[in-house]
Nanobody
Framework: QVQLVESGGGSVQAGGSLRLSCATSGRAFSSYWVAWFRQAPGKEREFVATINWSGGQTYYGDSVKGRFTISRDNTKNTVYLQMSSLKPEDTAVYYC??????????????????WGQGTQVTVSS
């Protein structure tokens, strides 16, 4: 129903910036929450940010507030994650996810049914 393709990952130095893109398709996308999660080696999957496509409401994980910005482009059916002031601890595989999240909070990974394949972000110290 929904397809997600991440891009924009790469290697940057600490303090740098990077923008991730999540290209979306699917008939239910317009009413969905679209989120970014990340997972580093040996760590649990962590909520990063999410946005409601229709209303634009956003939530951010505590570790990225003030540094990351999630946004959407309706024309391109794409969600972006602008990352600045990157730290080595931001190193992880970043995943895009989408779902209606009709019940519960859109910060919970188990509430998202559709996931991309992930894109690697590496921040050097």
């Amino acid at each position: 129903q929904v397809q997600l393709v991440e891009s924009g990952g790469g290697s940057v130095q600490a303090g740098g910036s990077l923008r991730l893109s999540c290209a979306t398709s699917g008939r239910a996308f317009s009413s969905y929450w679209v989120a970014w999660f990340r997972q580093a080696p040996g760590k649990e999957r962590e909520f990063v940010a999410t946005i409601n496509w229709s209303g634009g409401q956003t939530y951010y994980g505590d570790s990225v507030k003030g540094r990351f910005t999630i946004s959407r482009d309706n024309t391109k059916n794409t969600v972006y994650l602008q990352m600045s002031s990157l730290k080595p601890e931001d190193t992880a595989v970043y995943y895009c996810a989408a779902d209606s999240v009709a019940r519960g909070f859109p910060t919970i990974s188990r509430l998202y049914a559709y996931w991309g394949q992930g894109t690697q972000v590496t921040v050097s110290s």
